[in-house]
């Protein structure tokens, strides 16, 4: 008989906005009902449903996990995370009747992930999903073997960092984050890249999106806001049209000043700048790219607080699609003496293995009984379930159908 491995072994074992996420939605929209789908956008070697009774069981096992004391004592100690979240979080469980997983209808190789219930009672299974999904895909493989590669390439990316650092310093400096967290290899794995990078990547490495490493290793954890939380505004208390600027504006009454790094592609950036106004650009530190062109998102996004009259050399551009340190040293390069630049790196770094890494998302398609959507920059990256409810985003904020 096979001993049962646990892929999450603690709560803390998630990325840092979905806690920020959370605690606003439980001050401002804690009845909220949500659904999230899973979609798993390029074709594994092995079929995704032999993997289910495996992924069933980690579900279980996530299910009966509550958070520590001392977890509660570092997330209390962020200054930007509240008591009475802290105090919700102590009596919180994720509940297993909210998630079901099932072979895909009329797609026999495929599974279909749901979640739906309360929000706060949902969005917290995304990032542990997709890692239990991608540890128990990958144990397949060779592990040794892996991880051997993914060391050997580890070092080569420390050299590439170590030879970046004699070239004649920008404006502003080179810092990048580990975002691998929903796309990693193995609990392991990731562990070791984060401790190693910590260790030998000296000023550049400046933390990490999941908690409980960075509690672990003394980093700083990263994050605000993903999409999801704009999508949700799609059915709060606004007109469609002004759905983004509902969602800021309570962001920036809850973390006043905290937290200033805003997501522009939910329904692409160009209608994410005519809302973006010079409000919005004062009281935000910087903006992520998640799709798109990177160098042309820059320089639109740098035109925008130009004609602001803002000095982009005082705001952010963090960058965070699919990113290799060479593609982040080219943008580095191309835009650090006219903005602060960041990096979140992920896959690159969590998952470059010697395996194709899966690409998977779970993401909010439904709020409150209605439709949401994500319009990306980049096609094939957006979802909806519903193509009316598509077509009329698509028609008020004057973007592409896609």
């Not at 999904?133 to 990316?157: H, M």
Request: charged content about 25%; some cysteine; aromatic content about 12%.
């Amino acid at each position: 008989m096979s001993t049962f491995n646990p892929v999450i072994e603690s709560l803390l074992d998630t990325d840092l906005y979905k806690f920020t996420m959370m605690q606003e939605i439980l001050h401002s929209q804690p009845e909220t009902q949500s659904a999230y789908a899973f979609k798993c956008r390029n074709r594994p070697t092995t079929p995704l449903a032999s993997f289910q009774r495996e992924i069933e069981a980690q579900l279980d096992h996530l299910c009966s996990l509550r958070f520590a004391e001392d977890e509660l004592a570092y997330l209390g100690g962020l200054r930007f995370i509240k008591s009475d979240f802290v105090d919700f979080l102590r009596l919180f469980q994720l509940q297993r009747r909210f998630i079901t997983v099932s072979v895909a209808a009329g797609r026999p190789d495929e599974l279909d992930i749901r979640v739906q219930g309360p929000m706060l009672h949902c969005m917290l299974f995304e990032i542990y999903l997709l890692s239990i999904v991608n540890e128990v895909y990958f144990r397949q493989f060779p592990v040794d073997a892996a991880l051997t590669i993914g060391r050997e390439k580890l070092a080569t990316k420390v050299a590439l960092l170590k030879q970046f650092a004699t070239q004649p310093p920008l404006r502003n400096p080179f810092i990048f984050f580990d975002f691998g967290t929903r796309r990693r290899f193995s609990r392991a794995w990731h562990e070791e890249m984060v401790r190693t990078l910590a260790q030998q990547a000296g000023t550049f490495m400046r933390g990490t999106s999941n908690v409980l490493l960075a509690k672990r290793y003394g980093l700083t954890p990263i994050g605000t806001m993903a999409h999801e939380y704009l999508q949700a505004f799609q059915c709060f208390g606004s007109r469609l049209r002004d759905f983004q600027k509902n969602a800021l504006e309570h962001w920036v009454r809850e973390y006043r000043g905290d937290l200033g790094i805003a997501l522009t592609d939910v329904v692409g950036t160009d209608a994410f700048l005519r809302d973006f106004d010079l409000y919005f650009c004062k009281l935000f530190d910087g903006v992520r790219h998640d799709s798109g062109d990177p160098f042309e998102w820059g320089e639109k996004i740098i035109a925008h607080y130009q004609a602001m009259k803002i000095d982009p050399g005082t705001k952010q551009l963090v960058f965070s699609d699919g990113l290799t340190l060479e593609r982040a040293f080219a943008l580095h390069r191309h835009f650090a003496d006219r903005a602060r630049t960041g990096f979140g790196i992920g896959t690159d770094l969590s998952n470059d293995c010697g395996h194709e890494p899966l690409q998977i998302v779970m993401k909010l398609v439904a709020c409150n009984g209605q439709p949401v959507a994500k319009v990306s920059d980049t096609p094939g990256k957006g979802m909806c379930e519903d193509v009316n409810f598509l077509n009329y985003l698509s028609d008020v904020f004057k973007i592409a159908r896609q």
